[in-house]
Each structure stands twice: as structure tokens, then as C-alpha cells.
């Protein structure tokens, strides 16, 4: 069976420092990713998605930037991290060839920036 | 444009009691998908069901039902019977069915169960 998996679960950084979160995915080949924020109280945004290797498209212009050095392993990265990137922070993965578009979440990572 | 619009923001209602979380949607599309999630206080997103956009037969699940309403542009879900398990934000998304990179979520529903 599918299991996706994000680390750390808890992040706590202060505004400047750098920021990786990573995402990877098991039990499946090529799947779409995908990046999701969550403000506090609020819906979700996303981010990033890719449909392959080093394949990354970005929703919403900012401080942060996504890689996919493997084909199930995707990250989150920020080189200076600013008070509004706080929040929490979902990976999610779905089948490409499929219709159906459901897309399965991991635990996500909170983090906040003080 | 695609817009899932989830007007309750939160609800609290008593152990046993029964409700209804509203989803409204828009779409030009003809052919399209809408889903359900439940976010419970750990934090993962969790599926609950996926209908499409030619099949509005109503769905139940156990305590859980779905009424798919194409005319009013509308995909409710009723819990009966709610239990201080079912606690927890709930999303109502919507998506193409061959661009699944654009599924886009309702701000989601604060439902707390009282005892």
C-alpha cells in the first residue's frame, strides 16, 4: 500500500534562517506532488506541484521554493525565512494516470517563525 | 473559474445530534470532481468521498451521507447521529477531472462535538 511520510512534524525557526521540509512517497512510482499551506484558521493554498523529476510549477510567487531530486521525494525550501511563511505545511501525492484525482495528505509539519 | 465556497465556518452541536455541512460550488466545466476531507486535530487530511459530476446519486456511509445537488450547484454532508470523534475541520474541494493539480478547496468547516 501507498504511504507518504513528512518530517519534521514540528518546526519552530526564527525569521532569516533557512528552511527544508521533505516529503517522500512509498508504495507507488511517479506520482504527482504537491505542496500545500495552511494558515492559521484558514483553507489551503497550494504551493508547488510536479508531475516528474525536477518537474516543479509554482502557484503563489514568495520566498519559498520546491525540488524533486527523486521521483517519490519532494522539498520545501526557503533560503531566508520571513514572519508570514509560518503555518502549517501539507505534502500531498496523487496517481497521474488516473481520473479520479484524489489526492492522499501526509501528517504535515507546523511551523512557526518567530 | 473554478470556487468551492463553504459559508459555516464553524458549528457546535451535541453528542447524538445530527448536521449538515454546506458546499457550495462553481465550475464552468461539465465534466468535474468534488470531494470531501476531514481534518482531525492531528493535523493529516483525511479522504472521506470523491463524486463526479454525472453520477448525483445521494451516498451514505455508515453515520455518514452526501447529497450531490447539480441544479443548485451544491455537495452537502450530513453526519447522523455525531459523535465527539467527528470533531475536526472539514474541506470540501473541487477539481477537473484531467487536471488534478488544480484541485481547489473550500476555507473548510470548524465542526466540535460537545458531550
Known amino acids: 500500500s501507498q504511504t507518504i511520510h513528512q518530517w519534521p512534524a514540528t518546526l519552530v525557526q526564527p525569521v532569516g534562517s533557512p528552511l527544508s521540509l521533505e516529503c517522500t512517497v512509498e508504495?507507488?512510482?511517479?506520482?504527482?506532488l504537491y505542496w500545500y499551506r495552511q494558515a492559521a484558521g484558514r483553507g489551503l493554498q497550494l504551493l508547488f506541484y510536479?508531475?516528474?523529476?525536477?518537474?516543479i510549477s509554482s502557484e503563489v510567487p514568495q520566498n519559498l521554493s520546491a525540488s524533486r531530486p527523486q521521483d517519490r521525494q519532494f522539498i520545501l525550501s526557503s533560503k531566508k525565512l520571513l514572519l508570514s511563511d509560518s503555518g502549517f505545511y501539507l505534502c500531498?501525492?496523487?496517481?497521474?494516470?488516473?481520473?479520479?484525482?484524489?489526492?492522499?495528505f501526509g501528517a504535515g509539519t507546523r511551523l512557526s517563525v518567530l | 473559474a473554478q470556487k468551492v465556497t463553504q459559508a459555516q465556518t464553524e458549528i457546535s452541536v451535541v453528542e447524538k445530534e445530527d448536521v449538515t455541512l454546506d458546499c457550495v460550488y462553481e465550475?464552468?466545466?461539465?465534466?468535474?470532481?468534488l470531494f470531501w476531507y476531514k481534518q482531525p486535530p492531528s493535523g493529516e487530511l483525511v479522504f472521506l468521498i470523491r463524486?463526479?459530476?454525472?453520477?448525483?446519486q445521494n451516498e451514505i456511509s455508515g453515520r455518514y451521507s452526501w447529497n450531490f445537488q447539480k441544479s443548485t450547484s451544491s455537495f452537502n454532508f450530513t453526519i447522523t447521529a455525531s459523535q465527539v470523534v467527528d470533531s475536526a475541520v472539514y474541506f470540501c474541494?473541487?477539481?477537473?477531472?484531467?487536471?488534478?493539480?488544480?484541485?481547489?478547496f473550500g476555507a473548510g468547516t470548524r465542526l466540535t462535538v460537545k458531550p
Open positions: 500531498a501525492w496523487s496517481v497521474p494516470s488516473e481520473a479520479k484525482n484524489i489526492q492522499y
Open positions: 508504495g507507488t512510482s511517479n506520482p504527482n
Open positions: 510536479s508531475v516528474g523529476i525536477g518537474q
Open positions: 465550475t464552468r466545466d461539465t465534466t468535474y470532481y
Open positions: 463524486r463526479n459530476s454525472f453520477d448525483e
Open positions: 474541494a473541487l477539481s477537473e477531472p484531467y487536471n488534478n493539480n488544480d484541485m481547489r
